[in-house]
């Protein structure tokens, strides 16, 4: 099955041809798919590790998403596997010490008292070692402009906070959906953001990687002298894609498009996204503690900064002084 996908995708970059080279083949695969024999690379290693580990046995080929629909969001299984064969691992597999610490935890919380080791705890960090593999990690979704909202501010709302990779699509006329994949969170700023593991590429009509590595993704609202929006390039005189803050259309290559639709999808682990609820509901905290404060007013005339303003003009504001005082 991965290879028929994996021939699809190759025809609807190459078109349909009697005969493909080997050479064709690996050259297109180690730009566009350099993963996609990884499942079963992994899947042969744990068989020969010997492995029975329960968290060893993560055997799903691709990601999990959260509370996924098919047909209602952009991201379908066949793209999520394509995704999974192209991107960097950081958005697919959490941290191996990461994934030691939960078992050592889960391994901890099955002692029969304190102060007695268990003795599957050993084990488990030799296993570990030996086979070195990682977990599968979920996607959260944290932004879907049909059930959020098409605009800047809703975005903003959603993905801000969140300090870890990220998938972004932006789908638009022409059958067209481009994917963003970003190794850090999305920031608002004058600069460019993104690291070696970012990644920009074009789902469908045609299947491709078309950057690699950042800086690649601008999001400004209020620098000086940079048009407000979202712009996906590397090159900051010849952007792949625009979209203007007012969220209505997107532009490819400076060409105006009907905008459709845009998902991000958090590829972090589940502390990732519990740090970004807790920074919200500060935020939400703070928004409504200054709403709250009464406005203060200054109680003297002399220290009202209206006065001082006034004198600086050449008015004199000392009516209380009589008409024989000099007012």
Not at 43 to 72: C, D, H, N
Not at 121 to 147: E, H, P, V
Request: overall charge neutral; aromatic content about 12%; some cysteine.
């Amino acid at each position: 099955m991965s290879f028929i996908l994996t021939f699809i995708f190759y025809m609807l970059q190459f078109g349909i041809h009697e005969k493909v080279s080997f050479d064709d083949f690996k050259k297109w695969s180690h730009s566009n798919c350099p993963h996609v024999f990884c499942g079963v690379h992994n899947w042969v290693y744990t068989i020969l590790t010997g492995s029975k580990m329960p968290s060893e046995q993560e055997t799903a080929p691709v990601p999990l998403l959260e509370r996924f629909v098919e047909e209602k969001y952009c991201m379908s299984m066949g793209m999520l596997w394509a995704l999974s064969a192209v991107i960097p691992p950081c958005y697919t597999h959490t941290d191996s010490k990461e994934t030691e610490q939960q078992g050592e935890q889960q391994l901890q919380g099955q002692g029969h008292s304190q102060g007695m080791k268990n003795p599957l705890l050993t084990s488990f960090n030799l296993i570990m070692k030996l086979a070195r593999l990682t977990r599968c990690q979920s996607w959260t979704l944290l932004y879907d402009s049909s059930d959020h909202g098409l605009s800047l501010n809703r975005f903003s709302h959603h993905v801000s906070s969140y300090n870890g990779p990220t998938i972004s699509l932006f789908s638009f006329e022409g059958r067209n959906i481009f994917c963003v994949a970003e190794d850090r969170g999305w920031r608002e700023g004058s600069n460019r953001f993104g690291g070696d593991d970012s990644m920009f590429l074009q789902i469908t009509p045609v299947f491709r990687v078309l950057q690699a590595g950042g800086p690649m993704v601008l999001w400004s609202e209020y620098s000086r002298g940079v048009r407000p929006g979202i712009g996906i390039g590397k090159d900051p005189k010849s952007q792949v894609l625009f979209l203007p803050s007012n969220f209505e259309r997107i532009e490819h290559y400076d060409v105006a498009c009907e905008l459709d639709k845009i998902e991000v999808w958090g590829c972090g682990t589940t502390a990732v996204k519990e740090a970004q609820i807790k920074q919200k509901a500060w935020e939400k905290k703070e928004t409504e503690r200054q709403a709250t404060r009464k406005l203060r007013l200054e109680p003297k005339w002399d220290e009202n900064p209206d006065k001082q303003i006034l004198s600086m003009a050449g008015i004199n504001t000392e009516h209380q002084y009589s008409r024989e005082g000099g007012f």
